[in-house]
């Protein structure tokens, strides 16, 4: 399904992207940042409409440098329902909200990804993406954390890749998460290898 974009969801998406990637060392608060994000969100989601709420992104694993975001993977049972009630829910607290294709500019399937905000500077501090169990790319990325965590000289190899990637003249989002996609599909390729 291919959805050209409106002239405002076009300039939101283009901010998006052109927002400054800043890649620093880890902080052992991430895991209560989690926590405490995990609590939020079930306080305010109907519990017939989430599963699990897991931590995953290089927030999630000890040791390593990483965007000071925490990656938040929700399993909902109804991405209609989450459109309907937690978009508005979520939006009304100031969360950025956007449906977005899982591969590519528009090639589905297609989720909800929220953006939290420190509303001081409103610097990202939170990602959450609401994804049904289905949604195969996205559960095993907690393969691809857990293998880091199990490999340390992973970790660092995926640290230095995204150093070097970060300060990388002209670089964007986009090309940021492009040169990491290699890395992060051969390691999930061997991490489902030794399952």
């Known amino acids: 399904m291919n959805v050209n974009p409106d002239p405002e969801l076009k300039a939101r998406i283009q ?9 620093v060392d880890y902080d052992p608060n991430w895991p209560e940042l989690f926590i405490q994000e995990k609590q939020h969100l079930q306080s305010l989601l109907p519990k017939t409409l989430y599963k699990r ?18 990656d938040i993977l929700v399993e909902v049972t109804d991405l209609e329902r989450v459109k309907s009630e937690i978009v ?15 591969h590519g500019d528009d090639g589905p399937p297609w989720y909800a990804w929220f953006i ?11 990602h959450i993406h609401m994804v049904e169990k289905e ?5 095993d990325r907690l393969h691809f954390r857990d293998y880091l965590i199990q490999h ?20 964007d989002r986009v090309k940021y998460t492009q040169g990491k996609t290699q890395f992060i599909k051969k390691v999930t390729q061997q991490a489902l290898s030794e399952l």
Not at 15 to 23: F, N, Q
Not at 54 to 60: L, V
Not at 94 to 100: E, L, S
Not at 152 to 171: C, D, F, I, M, V
Request: aromatic share 10%; hydrophobic share 40%.
């Open 15 to 23: 901010k998006l992207i052109a927002e400054p990637i800043v890649v």
């Open 53 to 70: 709420i897991e931590h995953f992104g290089s927030t999630a694993v000890p040791g390593l440098m990483a965007k000071p975001v925490i």
């Open 88 to 102: 508005p829910l979520l939006e009304a607290l100031d969360y950025d909200y956007f449906w977005r294709p899982t």
């Open 116 to 126: 939290k905000r420190d509303p001081k500077n409103q610097t990202r501090t939170h």
């Open 135 to 139: 949604f195969k790319s996205h559960w």
């Open 152 to 171: 340390p000289h992973l970790a660092q190899e995926y640290a230095e890749l995204k150093q070097t990637l970060a300060l990388t003249p002209n670089s």
